[in-house]
């Protein structure tokens, strides 16, 4: 399938219109479900970390620093891309199998069109373009909710927050949840392509399709998590 995809489109205009209407569906419409989970992601791991490290001996900054750390290597890339794989992932799985369900698929294919360049192409690109940029945005709104915490508790001055923000910071870890986000929008985006296309059923089937695409991708996801984890770390 990913052999077929790199063939010269038949229509540019065509491909880009797909391309912006996947930037649109992949990364617009998930953006809502991302900005109130980061928050709360945010909020409340600040509060169990500094629930954990109670000991006075430990400065408060490092609250801010392992809430940094934590969501940098782990949660924002993995965990955002999870719910990526069941918002994202359910989708693009249904609306293929919807058109292999009633022959729009064949109807394109009859007319000459490549429907897997068409139709795959413009989705990897989009996925590898809108999902690094809503796991930056996780990223960051998970920082803001983490602040909100320490700006209304007692416990954790906000000076001591903003100091463990950028307490002994390592680019490379952002180089490790670069290539995390990457390789999964390419998981999520291909996977689900692929079940989609190679649909074959009823609406029943197609909706146990989308569950199995959802479980699908969250696995070779953790799959790719380990891995990569390993060898980078």
Not at 159 to 176: D, H, I, R
Not at 184 to 211: H, M, P, Q
């Amino acid at each position: 399938m990913l052999k077929n995809m790199f063939v010269r489109p038949d229509n540019f205009r065509m491909f880009r219109k797909q391309f912006f209407d996947q930037c649109k569906f992949i990364g617009l419409e998930a953006l809502p479900v991302i900005c109130i989970i980061s928050i709360f992601l945010g909020m409340v791991m600040t509060l169990q970390v500094a629930y954990m490290l109670t000991n006075p001996i430990v400065p408060r900054s490092v609250i801010a620093t392992v809430v940094r750390d934590s969501m940098m290597l782990e949660i924002a890339p993995t965990g955002i891309s999870c719910i990526l794989a069941g918002v994202v992932g359910f989708k693009i799985t249904s609306e293929v199998g919807y058109m292999r369900l009633y022959e729009q698929l064949d109807a394109m294919e009859i007319m000459g069109v490549q429907t897997i360049n068409y139709m795959l192409f413009p989705r990897i690109l989009a996925a590898m373009l809108t999902i690094p940029c809503l796991i930056i945005f996780s990223l960051t709104l998970s920082m803001f909710g983490g602040y909100l915490v320490a700006l209304f508790s007692t416990n954790i001055p906000t000076a001591y927050y903003l100091t463990g923000l950028t307490t002994e910071f390592n680019p490379y870890e952002v180089a490790v949840a670069g290539v995390k986000t990457f390789a999964y929008s390419f998981v999520i985006s291909s996977v689900a392509f692929y079940l989609g296309y190679y649909f074959r059923g009823g609406t029943v089937e197609l909706s146990r399709t989308s569950t199995k695409s959802v479980t699908l991708n969250c696995v070779i996801i953790l799959t790719l998590d380990y891995l990569i984890t390993s060898l980078m770390l």
